[in-house]
């Protein structure tokens, strides 16, 4: 590797050269199965032939043209986006690259739809323990985990971090006369993929509607399908015993199969509250990114797609749970997003998966978090699990 680049990664001594599938292959050609999907990003794994494609293509016309004229491709891209979250209500959609990116639009978002509406001072944004929203100075102070924290403030005002699950403690956070929203991860990623209750995403949502409080969902990791509903949050608003809103919801990751897009999407109460010149992005949603999108969205769309990623997910859980093994703790997970505590250093154990041939990331020092890419076979996740398990 070369010792040019800053020392922000602890990465594994592997270099891969290409992909097929859910497969990676490195520069001796040794295969690997992969069971991160670059962090939840190649939802279609590795040169799907039909975005592969789509990128050529729009290489080929036009990459880029700045968002000072319109684009046919963005334009698609962002209608079939908008229809695609329009079960949870969402009408208006702001492309970015990366999920961080789309977290600072969410909280600008907000932000200005309190401050027109209530005027200053009720700015703050209560997010909770343990959650992850990004690494840029606003989305690491809305991240409630002290680890990433340390060497680098001071931190933007006005966040406040609940412990998760906890409804009083909720409650007294949200403060009507302090509060322009709550940011939540109904699944929470990187800290161990840790379903929030329904019960609790219910009172959330109860309480951010009796308060004007807007009900924010950062789906970088759990959305476009990950968890086998096109949104995370949709499989809570039957549980809700009501059909709750969300106001806003962050997209990135697994949004163009590996092309770098952010998505901030708008509901009823804040769809017409940015105005001209209020936020940008000079790559957001171009046309190459567009396209890939495009092709991601339509694939995801297909009859059965999303029951199939379902199938899988439960393909995972049941194996693993079936198998008693002592040095496996609880098991949790919704579709190919599954988080498997055990009793030693996960990161040791990533190590040896590597050695052979299986790709797995962690999700905190004791759990491994596996996301494999949506078009796995049966088979295949049949092979890394053996695998798994012949390590442990
Ligand atoms: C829930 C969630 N939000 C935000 C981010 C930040 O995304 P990005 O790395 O694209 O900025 C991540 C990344 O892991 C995430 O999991």
New binding site residues.
């Given amino acids: 590797m070369s010792s040019v680049f800053m020392n922000t990664y602890h990465r594994l001594p592997v270099t891969f050269t290409r992909g097929e599938g859910a497969w990676l292959f490195d520069q001796a050609g040794k295969k690997y199965l992969d069971f991160t999907s670059g962090?939840?990003v190649n939802s279609l794994g590795h040169a799907y032939p039909a975005l592969a494609e789509a990128i050529r293509e729009q290489a080929a016309k036009l990459i880029h043209t700045s968002n000072y004229y319109q684009s046919d491709t963005a334009a698609v891209f962002a209608e079939k986006l908008v229809a695609a979250c329009a079960g949870a209500g969402m009408k208006k959609v702001f492309l970015a690259?990366?999920?961080?990116?789309?977290?600072e639009g969410a909280i600008k978002l907000a932000r200005k739809y309190s401050l027109k509406k209530y005027g200053s001072g009720r700015h703050r944004i209560v997010t909770l323990k343990g959650?992850?929203?990004?690494?840029?100075i606003t989305?690491l102070s809305a991240t409630g985990q002290d680890r990433f924290h340390k060497d680098f403030g001071p931190f933007t005002e006005g966040f406040l971090f609940v412990p998760p699950g906890d409804i009083d403690a909720l409650d007294r956070a949200l403060d009507p006369s302090a509060t322009a929203g709550l940011l939540v991860?109904a699944i929470?990623?990187?800290s161990g993929i840790v379903p929030q209750r329904e019960a609790y995403i219910a009172a959330a949502a109860k309480l951010c509607a009796e308060r004007d409080i807007l009900l924010m969902f950062?789906?970088?990791?759990?959305g476009v399908g990950r968890t086998g509903t096109f949104l995370a949050c949709e499989q809570y608003q039957d549980a809700a015993g009501f059909s709750f809103r969300p106001d806003i919801i962050?997209l990135?990751?697994g949004l163009a199969g590996g092309v770098?897009v952010?998505a901030v999407l708008a509901g009823g109460k804040t769809e017409h509250v940015f105005e001209a010149g209020d936020h940008a992005s000079t790559f957001g949603g171009n046309p190459l990114a567009a396209a890939a999108g495009i092709v991601v969205l339509e694939t995801v769309a297909r009859t059965e797609f999303l029951a199939e990623i379902r199938r899988k997910g439960e393909q995972i859980l049941s194996a693993i749970k079936s198998w008693n093994h002592p040095r496996i703790g609880d098991v949790r997970g919704r579709g190919l997003m599954t988080g498997i505590d055990i009793d030693s250093d996960a990161s040791a154990f990533i190590g040896a998966a590597l050695e052979q041939g299986l790709l797995l990331i962690t999700a905190g020092p004791h759990t491994i978090r596996l996301l494999p890419p949506y078009i796995i076979t049966g088979e295949e996740i049949n092979q890394g699990l053996g695998l798994m398990r012949e390590l442990l």
């Fill in positions: 962090i939840a690259n990366s999920g961080a990116e789309a977290n959650s992850f929203h990004g690494r840029t989305a991860e929470q990623g990187e950062d789906e970088v990791q759990s962050t990135a990751k770098p952010g």
